[in-house]
């Protein structure tokens, strides 16, 4: 009589956290995008599944509070975090339309931390995350947030930097980020974040513009102060700057 | 002969991933702020610590490269991620006054992250995360920054809003975003997170403006399209406005 919304952290198995791990020990129900249920089925083989494909997020959220208002205690499994462009608040949201349940969110490692964790250590200082996706957001309120982010001087870790449907978008935030950032600040790339074929790659935000990545990247753009050391991406947090 | 920077998540124990599990069992040595040494010690009872105070980060990261040269094992701990203000970053710049050594970071969930899933959703869109501090960073920088994120209407998330040398520091945040959000836009705090006493409260941003915070507390400021669901912070990604 429960709906569990878990984080799976990017890749599931060791990136689970023992809370998420024990929340899906004691579910009846799985509720997932068919991907994410593969990343926590060698774990929980046993477990009842229910499964569908992309962009089918509001039934997904339905079908997961029906099965609680049975009397299931429902897990809804998320790849990454689960607040972070997650399934928590679209289960909040769907929940309104029924009898009261609850709800509980527990968080894993979104991919700006697993990325970052690849690549070294880009995201010392503060910064800010952004979709690139404008399924659900308009395109001028992505180009809001990315020329301000720039001018502020955020690091900047982009989220959903293509599709098929948007190859270009990533070379469009780049020219918007051109603007405000030079041409040789430190960015990097990472490809399936704890998954098989794991990559990390550190190119110039130049460099950066002209690269094509896929769906499964996650794209971070250093702030002014970002540097190479040892061929990891590194954001000073100012400590020997300081002097100590 | 290696050091692993861990983040043990906001409250060490069942926050801990797999991996940073399986990191401290393989250590040699747990080098860490003292109060975060507490959060990993119940669990690794029979591990060896060297523990330093506070504002000692340079000495601590110095010791652990350190005990790594010779021969040692290394963990460092950090409270949350390992590189959201952690000390991934430092370790990386410290090392490089010694000879090479293995550096490997393994995240953990950040306060932002952990904090949003006792709140709710509120990080479901676009979100920036700035640090109050200003130990290490202008505080004209940080003014900038919560502008910037203000204008561009992401969802902000505040670390260290407040410390005793720093009373007013979050009222003088809240006035610069009171310049370009609404007064009743929704926000939470949370205290404590992950660990005992963990308490979330949701609160207009004119209340947060004369609210007082501790150095414990994490601070979150909805973006304008962010509202409260059955007593939570929910903040939608538009999955229902699209009409689906």
Redesign the interface.
Known sequence: MKVTVI?L?PGG???????A??ALEGCDLIVGYTAYIELVRPDFPEKAVLSTGMRR???RCRAAVEAALTGKDVAVVCSG??????M?????????EYD?IE?E??????AA??G???L????????????LSD???PWE??E??L???A????VICLYNPSSKSRPDYLRRACDILLREKAPDTVCGTVRNIGREGEEGQLLTLAQLRDTQVDMFTTVFIGNSQTKV??G?M?????????G?
Chains 1, 2 share one sequence.
């Open positions: 984080g952290g198995g060791a990136d689970l956290t023992g809370r791990r024990a997020e509001v039934d975090d689960s607040g972070v462009y997650g928590a608040g679209l289960i909040y949201e769907v929940a309104q009261p709800i969110v527990v968080p894993g490692i979104t931390c697993g970052a964790a690849v070294g250590a880009p995201l010392t200082h503060d910064f800010a995350v952004i979709s399924l659900l957001t309120k992505i809001k947030r020329s301000a982010a001018q502020a001087d955020f050391l040892s990891k590194v954001t000073p947090r100012g400590y020997l700057q300081r100590e």
